[in-house]
């Protein structure tokens, strides 16, 4: 789910006249919208180059055993898209 999210973040964010703004809302929504309760932990933080786009999505897991805390984290990363002038 992490790393869905983050790939879904990547999508939003490398676009031509996409923000990190944009990365990180999309990957909440999606981490969200399948898991109320991870999103509701998620931890996003994204970058954005003139060359790369990255995201990087972490949440704590449900306990299934009291007392163990557990953390999940999914990246993703993808070539940021420019308008470039033939030369």
């Known amino acids: 789910v992490m790393e869905a ?6 999508r939003a964010g490398r676009v031509e006249g996409g923000t990190v ?4 809302i999309r ?5 969200t919208g399948i898991s109320p309760s991870l999103g509701s932990t998620a931890a996003i933080q ?3 180059t003139a060359e ?5 999505v972490t ?3 449900q306990e299934v055993v009291p007392g163990l805390r557990l953390s999940v ?15």
């Open 5 to 10: 999210g983050a790939q879904e973040g990547v």
């Open 21 to 24: 703004g944009d990365a990180e």
């Open 27 to 31: 990957a909440r929504q999606f981490v």
């Open 46 to 48: 994204a970058s954005r």
């Open 52 to 56: 790369v786009t990255r995201v990087v």
């Open 59 to 61: 949440g704590r897991v």
């Open 73 to 87: 984290t999914g990246s993703a990363q993808g070539p940021t898209e420019r308008f470039r002038e033939d030369r």
